[in-house]
């Protein structure tokens, strides 16, 4: 069994940052995949950031060069370092997990098994 819990959320402004945690915890293999998802309002659940398998990052383009993954993990846990925010970025963002999902695959959120709460982000102007 797997479970992942998001923390780090809240209210930010324009330009500011926030870092996100997923802690993972259970049966949870070397190769092991973690990525964010994201879901505003009346949208549908979109692809952020992916750690495939413990060993690569991969980033949606309307993040890339303000959103990272920082190298220096703890053991279970993945960050999403979150910076230069905008409003558009205002979302509930999800933590998903899978064991043996493949790298074409990671953008799409059917493709996972295993999923977290969710934590609010509020961008205001």
């Known amino acids: 069994q797997v479970q992942l819990v998001e923390s780090g959320g809240g209210l930010v402004q324009a330009g500011g940052s926030l870092r996100l945690a997923c802690a993972a915890s259970?049966?949870?293999?070397?190769?092991?995949?973690i990525s964010w998802f994201r879901q505003a309002p009346g949208k549908e659940r979109e692809f952020v950031a992916a750690f495939w398998r413990g060993r690569q990052t991969y980033y949606a383009d309307s993040v890339k060069g303000r959103f990272t993954i920082p190298k220096d993990r703890a053991k279970n846990t993945v960050s999403l370092q979150m910076n230069s925010l905008k409003p558009d970025d205002t979302a509930v963002y999800y933590c998903?997990?899978?064991?043996?999902?493949?790298?074409?695959?990671?953008?799409?959120?059917?493709?996972?098994?295993?999923w977290g709460q969710g934590t609010e982000v509020t961008v205001s102007s």
């Open positions: 998903a997990g899978d064991s043996g999902i493949i790298l074409s695959s990671v953008r799409n959120h059917i493709h996972y098994d295993d």
């Open positions: 259970g049966n949870t293999p070397g190769y092991y995949t």
